[in-house]
């Protein structure tokens, strides 16, 4: 007994001084990587902050020597760059919301009910994932102008729903299954309908899952540039990826305001992101990952 | 539990009604999805076999015509190339940066506060829309830009590199940057599957004294071989369409060096308003993703 404990004293000292060279090596290992991942994220925050001909001083500063807003304030005070970030802001919304209202009850139908062709209409949403969007660019083209949507909100905005449609639905029908059939049962007991059941009981425990999904959804609105390219043609229709890009081509290389726009136009996703990250990383690894 | 009566009352009702419903609530869903799914596919597949679409107002049915045009069109060969190597590359960095950064997250070496902030700090490029991630790298590898200076600093070249203007290094400069806004979501996903791994098999290993390295090779990789594989074949899928960030950085050059299948497509359609022939690329891009889509619908179902 007595040999034994004293065996363990030593081993734990040892384990100690290991226990110390292993968060050294694995700091140092992280280190690096951090960088990589982090430091155009800094640059840019701090290229933002600088006059334009301080972005590519030599040598480069991390910090400006007068802070400057010029560039903000550049961007505040010109209504067709504040469009952009306008137009992005509700296309977005509008998409999440619309998504939600329709995958919802779509969700909770894959979820509690058996009916003809159940398993194709699933498969088909599933696959649909996979296709392309510069494969559907053309067709959409030649879509949209046919139903006189090109260059409005309402082209983008159905296009847009296409993409968050199937993920919002195979998201949300594996949310309600985790829910107990009982709590609806119990509704209809009560002379309730299925719809009742849906929005007075289910949708309401579900909040997790749906903050998951309308995130995941602005996202993919906010990011989009592809349709936002090919589907509107005035400045005043453009969202802030196409609003960036357009900058890139625009007279001599205002670096520091497109440093600032990407600054402005990252905010809403990173203020989600700090908020809500535990739902991200729900939302972002429930495709691939199977418990 | 409910009376006789009121069990025959929501018999009669779900008879009928539970055979309706389901449609009523999924006539949205369906709605969006013919007309701006099921469509659009089967329109850009015809436009494959016409003569200049959209342009023209009573297209000619040319059958494969198209297919051979751009089969043969020496810059789709380059496309293809380009793509397969800008996949290949991502996808291989995006695996190894992804499980080197999961396991050292995962390491019980450091305190958990360490821990979430590093994990913030890697995740962070998933976040950037592609256009930001465009810019940002642009002002970066710019000839006279901070990564130039550092490298000049550090002696490994003498003047600034023009990372995404020469033909030699411009490829490799858009994968790099692919790398960069992808690995995030692969280090996630492979951070829950560590986690998954049963505590008793590492116990078990330690037990029989292995060290770390078959410790990985033995345990963490063979159960981590689902998520990886179906994660490299999400990948391959979504790598291969990329268009954006390439547009905004390179456009595709110079001259054709990160020329793409999704570049080629879009140069087609909107650059020389060849719409068939843009359709035919997008047609083949399409055939090519649903075949790794079935490849990962294959592994899905293996997990199960």
Excluded at chain 2, 42 to 65: C, Q, T, W
Excluded at chain 2, 253 to 269: D, E, H, K, L, V
């Amino acid at each position: 007994m007595v040999d034994y404990s004293v065996g363990k004293t030593k081993m734990n000292k040892l384990s100690e001084r290991t226990k110390m060279w292993r968060k050294i090596l694995v700091i140092a290992g992280l280190i690096p990587g951090a960088l990589f991942a982090g430091f155009p994220i800094v640059w840019m925050f701090s290229n933002s902050f600088k006059s334009n001909s301080e972005i590519f001083a030599y040598p480069p500063k991390f910090l400006a020597k007068h802070l400057s807003f010029n560039a903000y304030t550049s961007i505040f005070s010109d209504p067709e760059k504040i469009r952009f970030f306008i137009n992005s802001y509700g296309i977005a919304l509008a998409v999440t919301v619309l998504t939600l209202l329709v995958s919802i009850p779509a969700a909770f139908t894959f979820s509690r009910y058996n009916f003809k062709f159940k398993k194709v209409l699933n498969g088909v949403i599933i696959s649909l994932q996979s296709i392309p969007p510069i494969t559907l660019m053309i067709p959409y083209f030649a879509l949209i102008v046919k139903l006189r949507m090109y260059n409005t909100y309402q082209g983008l905005i159905l296009t847009y729903m296409v993409f968050t449609l199937p993920y919002a639905i195979i998201m949300l029908t594996g949310y309600f299954n985790t829910l107990p059939r009982e709590l609806d049962e119990a509704v209809k007991i009560d002379g309730g309908s299925a719809m009742t059941a849906l929005w007075r009981i289910l949708v309401p425990i579900s909040i997790p899952g749906i903050v998951t999904v309308g995130i995941y959804n602005f996202m993919i609105c906010w990011n989009e540039f592809l349709f936002a390219l090919t589907l509107t043609k005035t400045n005043e229709m453009r969202t802030v990826p196409v609003g960036i890009q357009l900058l890139m081509g625009q007279h001599a290389y205002k670096w520091n305001e497109m440093m600032s726009m990407s600054v402005l136009g990252c905010l809403p996703v990173l203020v989600l992101f700090l908020f809500f990250q535990r739902y991200f990383i729900g939302g972002l690894t429930s495709g691939s990952v199977k418990n | 539990m409910t009376s006789p009566a009121l069990q025959q009352k929501l018999k009669r009702q779900t008879k009928l009604k539970r055979r309706i419903e389901p449609f009523v609530y999924l006539s949205p869903t369906i709605t969006l999805l013919l007309v701006l799914m099921v469509i659009p596919v089967a329109l850009v597949i015809r436009y494959s076999f016409f003569d200049n679409v959209i342009m023209n107002e009573f297209p000619k049915f040319v059958g494969l015509h198209n297919y051979l045009v751009v089969l043969q069109d020496p810059t789709f060969q380059i496309a293809v190339k380009n793509t397969i190597w800008f996949t290949l590359g991502s996808v291989i960095a995006h695996l190894v940066l992804g499980l080197c950064f999961s396991l050292l997250l995962n390491s019980p070496a450091i305190g958990m506060i360490t821990k979430s902030i590093f994990r913030m700090i890697y995740i962070l490029p998933w976040i950037f829309t592609v256009a930001i991630v465009a810019i940002l790298w642009r002002m970066i590898l710019d000839p006279v830009g901070v990564l130039n200076y550092w490298l000049i600093k550090l002696g490994l070249i003498h003047t600034g590199v023009q990372w995404l203007s020469s033909p030699k290094t411009a490829l490799l400069a858009v994968i790099v940057i692919n790398i960069w806004a992808g690995y995030p979501f692969y280090m996630m996903s492979l951070l829950a599957g560590i986690q998954g791994i049963s505590k008793d098999l590492y116990e078990a290993a330690r037990v029989d004294g292995a060290n770390w390295v078959q410790t990985f090779l033995n345990i963490t990789l063979p159960q981590l071989k689902p998520i990886i594989l179906s994660m490299s074949v999400l990948d391959i899928i979504w790598t291969s369409q990329q268009f954006a960030m390439v547009w905004m950085t390179t456009g595709g050059g110079p001259i054709t060096s990160t020329q793409m299948i999704g570049i080629y497509t879009y140069q087609q359609a909107f650059g020389r308003y060849e719409f068939a022939l843009a359709s035919t690329s997008a047609v083949l891009l399409l055939v090519a993703s649903i075949i790794f889509s079935v490849v990962y619908g294959r592994l899905q179902r293996r997990q199960d």
